[in-house]
Every structure is written in structure tokens, then in C-alpha cells.
């Protein structure tokens, strides 16, 4: 949504300034703002170094935790991108239009954005927020606002879904997943959580391997049963 509206104002901006009403300033950090949105966010999504390991406390599960940073990153990034797009749409304004008000829509718009992008970034970073936990019942699929409770006799396996960058569980009965909060409401899937500290296609490989051969989760959260999984990936 914010690089739907990063690019929206960047090309009303460009427009403006032929009319010789946006100051050149924004014009030059405007898409440098968008481009670093982008930039941040599917690096995040897509690249960097995550090692092949699940975190194991000691009790029966597997957890796959979150990168520490990303979240404060990503929050950052895109209040930025908010401020930019806020000025941009002032500069959009006719500057001799004084009217009292006149830009009182848009003052708020971009301060309910800032709001609410700094609140989801906080929210992020509460523990237990975007993890996977693998215990001998099931997947406990933990986001910001929300949570799935999967139980591994309706996990089949984990598949990419079209119109989706991240890997998801594949579910056979609806019925019987549990969803707390706001957790994207699919009969086929549920998508893992976003920036994970881990490697997705061990983790893919891992509840594969557990939806598959329920006679080895006997062995989830053991030292024994995390050495198997990263032998075998």
C-alpha cells in the first residue's frame, strides 16, 4: 500500500512541478523515499543470510524466531516514506488557496498513517509476535495481530501460493485450524510469517518432514530430533 501511494505521489509531484508549484526539494527526495521503501522491504522479504536451525528451549517444540531488527528497520523505512508522501501531497495543494483548513484532510491522513504504521511497528516486536512454533501437535503460527493453530492432521505439506512471495502451510480441513485475530482467512493455506530468522527452505523441509512421518514427532524439541532434520536438508 505505501509503494502504491509512494509511486501515486511521486508521479502527481512530477506533474505539479511542470505547473511550477512543488518545491524542488521533494521532487528530488521523493523517489529516492519510494526507491528505499521498495529496496528495504523486499530485501527483507527475500534476501539475506539465515542459517538452517531451529531454536529449542528445552521444552517439547521447535521455534523458528524473528530478526531482531527487521521489524525497527522496516518501521523506519516506511515512516519515511509516509513523511514524503505527506509533503507531497501538500505540495500537490494550490499555493495561493489560504482557505482555513485547506489542507486539514491531508494533515490528518498522513498523521493517522504515521500512527498506525509506528503502533503495527511496536506491535512487532512484542514477544511472541512472528515466529513458528512445531510442537508433537501442531504448527502455532504466531503475526503481529494475530495467530493460527495448526494441527498436523490437517497440515499436507507447504506450498508458495500464486500472488504471494512466502511460503504456506497447506491444509486439508479447514475446520480444523484455529485463527485468533486478524489472520488472513484462506480454506487452502496459511502463509508463514514475514521476516523470520531462519532459512525457509530448511524450515519448508522440516514441517514437510514432520507432516509426512508422524512417527518422528516424538522427537520435536529433542537435541537428537534437530540434528536428524538438519542432516537430512
Avoid at 521498495?38 to 534476501?47: E, F, P, S, T
Avoid at 488557496?97 to 504504521?117: S, W
Avoid at 484455529?178 to 489472520?183: A, E, I, Y
Avoid at 510469517?193 to 529433542?222: C, K, N, Q, S, W
Wanted: charged share 15%.
Amino acid at each position: 500500500m505505501i509503494i502504491l501511494a509512494g509511486a501515486g505521489a511521486g508521479t502527481a509531484l512530477v506533474l505539479r512541478a511542470g505547473s511550477g508549484h512543488a518545491p524542488a526539494g521533494l521532487l528530488t527526495i521523493a523517489p529516492f523515499a519510494v526507491a528505499a521503501t521498495v529496496a528495504v522491504n523486499l530485501g527483507l522479504a527475500l534476501l539475506g543470510r539465515r542459517p538452517a536451525r531451529l531454536a529449542h528451549d528445552g521444552a517439547d517444540r521447535f521455534v523458528a524466531l524473528p530478526r531482531p531488527w527487521a521489524p525497527a528497520l522496516t518501521c523506519a523505512v516506511n515512516l519515511l516514506a509516509i513523511g514524503v508522501i505527506g509533503a507531497t501531497a501538500l505540495a500537490m495543494f494550490d499555493p495561493l488557496d489560504h482557505r482555513p483548513g485547506a489542507q486539514r484532510p491531508v494533515v490528518g491522513v498522513v498523521l493517522a498513517m504515521i500512527a498506525g504504521v509506528a503502533l503495527f511497528g511496536v506491535l512487532s516486536t512484542r514477544p511472541g509476535a512472528n515466529r513458528v512454533v512445531l510442537d508433537r501437535e501442531g504448527l502455532l503460527l504466531c503475526f503481529t495481530l494475530g495467530r493460527a493453530e495448526v494441527p498436523w492432521s490437517a497440515v499436507t505439506g507447504v506450498t508458495t501460493p500464486l500472488r504471494s512471495p512466502r511460503p504456506a502451510v497447506a491444509i486439508s480441513d479447514p475446520g480444523l485450524v484455529r485463527r485468533h485475530g486478524m489472520v488472513r482467512r484462506s480454506r487452502r493455506h496459511v502463509a508463514l510469517p514475514a521476516g523470520l530468522r531462519i532459512d525457509h527452505r530448511f524450515l519448508v523441509t522440516v514441517i514437510d518432514h514432520y507432516a509426512r512421518h508422524p512417527e518422528d514427532r516424538g522427537e520435536i524439541g529433542t537435541s537428537a530430533g534437530h540434528d536428524r532434520l538438519v542432516r537430512q536438508a
